[in-house]
């Protein structure tokens, strides 16, 4: 689905990322992205994930994030783990100044049954949707395609608001009623990258990768 070189871009939330290592090229190493965070950016909303290991750090700026309830900014040259099922956000506070994050993505250990390479088709479908307009000021899905993106990438990502408790209920009477609808949680318009550039070799050597 991408390769290195290849662009994802949020126009909604400020993210644009330049794959370094993607579902096409990583071989058995995690997938690996160079993370433009524009001045306020944030990711879609608070969340963990059920089965993956994600891991930030941050190459120039700062990179504000809460992890397990714990608020820090990381600088250059710092790094942050996020194990499986712990809660955490990420933002950009500053109003000027871009942050530059390397983020990492792979399966936990003994979790084989899980394909990594979901977590870019969800973001895929996020991107995608943000940027034809179909979403809110900060990049939330209508309630009922939501739902049925929340629904299959539930072994991906589950957000904590409404409650995981709260959600599964809910999502088990909205889910269903939006495919009915015509709601697809996998649109191939949106899954694919939106263009391809040459990362710079100073980039790729951060990452461990060669150009």
């Not at 955490?88 to 871009?98: A, L, P, Q």
Request: contains cysteine; charged residues 20%.
């Amino acid at each position: 689905m991408s390769r290195c070189g290849d662009i994802y871009e949020n126009r909604v939330t400020g993210e644009y990322a330049i794959v370094l290592r993607g579902s096409d090229d990583r071989g058995g190493g995690p997938g690996i992205a160079h993370l433009t965070a524009r001045p306020g950016a944030a990711v879609v909303g608070e969340h963990f994930h059920p089965f993956m290991i994600e891991k930030f750090t941050v190459l120039e700026g700062t990179l504000d994030t809460r992890i397990a309830g714990r608020t820090m900014a990381l600088k250059a040259g710092e790094s942050v783990l996020v194990e499986p099922g712990v809660v955490h956000d990420w933002w950009n506070s500053s109003k000027t100044d871009e942050a530059y994050v390397l983020v990492e993505v792979d399966a936990a250990p003994g979790a084989a049954h899980i394909d990594p390479n979901r977590f870019e088709m969800l973001i895929g479908m996020l991107f995608g949707l943000a940027n034809d307009g179909k979403v809110d000021r900060k990049g939330r899905p209508g309630l009922l395609q939501g739902a049925v993106i929340a629904s299959e990438f539930a072994d991906v990502i589950v957000f904590t608001n409404p409650p995981p408790a709260v959600q599964k209920i809910a999502l088990g009477i909205l889910a269903p009623l939006g495919r009915r609808l015509g709601y697809r949680a996998i649109d191939p318009r949106y899954v694919k990258p939106h263009g391809h550039v040459t990362p710079p070799a100073e980039i790729l050597a951060a990452a461990g990768l060669s150009g």
